[in-house]
């Protein structure tokens, strides 16, 4: 089935700790995205990416990174800088033109 | 000023009513706009696009009034499974970016 897989469901992060979170769509989507949802708020975007090997920060980049050497994967990690990193993540993506988003079905990150 | 704002509610209906919400967005320039559902727990799912001609699929109903900057969701017949949050999402000019409302919750009464 077509879709987007982001794994692990589940992430706990101890104090000082890099974490990464696989993000993979077999949707041939050019454009991915990485979102933060925290309790009772919308969407935040964290990064984006129109094409490989290109990646623009968006609202609340700081204390995250990305890679985007292929067009399937888009991962994000939560570096130690990032100081309040429990939230759900979720990535997105979409075709250009068609201007939908698609979203996988997230992952929620603790901390220890 | 938020790009997307929406009223958080609770709002609490009996099955078969009738509720509508809104949205506003403050970028005049924006392009596509979308109507979201997310379960608890759960990731957003597109309920529908909205069209400026205004578009209807099945009980739901989506408006768009550029001059006024908001777009609206109608909800006929409201069922149990209807209750969720609903996203209003707004498509930035240049295409690039998607800017998401806090959230609409939407509980529905037996």
């Known amino acids: 089935d077509g879709g987007i897989t982001q794994s692990p469901k589940y992430l706990f992060r101890k104090e000082g700790q890099n974490v990464t979170l696989s993000c993979e769509q077999n949707l041939n989507h050019d454009a991915m995205y990485w979102y933060r949802q925290d309790p009772g708020q919308g969407l935040r975007l964290i990064y984006y990416s129109q094409i490989v090997n290109d990646f623009q920060k968006g609202d609340i980049a700081e204390g995250y990174s990305v890679s985007r050497e292929k067009k399937e994967s888009f991962p994000l990690t939560v570096t130690s800088a990032q100081k309040n990193p429990t939230a759900f993540y979720l990535c997105?993506?979409?075709?250009?033109?068609?201007?939908?988003?698609?979203f996988g079905a997230g992952t929620r990150l603790s901390v220890l | 000023r938020k790009e997307v704002e929406q009223d958080p509610g609770p709002f609490n209906v009996p099955e078969g009513a009738t509720v509508a919400f809104n949205c506003t967005y403050s970028n005049s320039a924006s392009q596509s706009f979308f109507w979201y559902r997310q379960d608890c727990r759960k990731e957003p799912k597109l309920l529908m696009s909205v069209y400026s001609s205004g578009n209807e699929d099945g009980r739901f109903t989506a408006q768009l009034n550029r001059a006024s900057q908001y777009i609206s969701l109608l909800i006929r017949d409201s069922k149990l499974s209807d209750s969720a949050t609903y996203l209003c999402?707004?498509?930035?000019?240049?295409?690039?970016?998607?800017?998401f409302g806090t959230g609409t919750s939407l509980t529905v009464i037996p």
């Open positions: 999402v707004v498509n930035s000019n240049t295409g690039n970016q998607f800017y």
């Open positions: 997105a993506s979409s075709m250009p033109g068609r201007n939908i988003q698609y």
